[in-house]
């Protein structure tokens, strides 16, 4: 039975840890669309050298914080990734919503329920929050 509790907590640990990197994946791709609106432009036909030196720079810094955020969107999608499958492994059944508790006062609830969708995909999980 204790085995039984601590692959209950052990899920709902990771249902928490996929809402966690849902939504910084949701963030990090907001945050790319506002760099990418941002990017530093001139209506200039004609710079100066001191002002193409000053866009050189703007251009370089931009582009190194975009690489930042792609880079780390990266990170958070394989995370992600690793986490629905160790999620799938945990879950005794598809397509049943499955209420697990953590361990760890203050003591959070969810409802997971593993969606397939095809053959060659990992398919999806919902999970909601119960307390």
Do not use: W
């Not at 990266?74 to 953590?102: D, F, G, H, I, M």
């Amino acid at each position: 039975m204790d085995e039984i509790l601590h692959k209950e907590h052990l899920l709902a640990e990771k249902a928490q840890s996929i809402l966690e990197h849902q939504r910084e994946l949701e963030r990090l791709k907001q945050h790319r669309e506002a760099l990418q609106q941002k990017k530093p432009q001139t209506d200039k036909s004609q710079l100066s050298y001191k002002e193409s030196l000053k866009l050189g720079e703007q251009l370089n810094q931009y582009e190194e914080e975009l690489q930042r955020v792609e880079i780390h969107l990266q990170k958070v999608r394989r995370e992600l990734s690793a986490l629905k499958l160790q999620a799938k492994k945990l879950l005794p059944v598809s397509e049943v919503n499955v209420r697990v508790s953590t361990a760890n006062p203050p003591q959070q609830t969810y409802c997971i329920k593993h969606v397939k969708t095809d053959a060659e995909s990992q398919g999806h999980f919902e999970i909601k929050q119960v307390s």
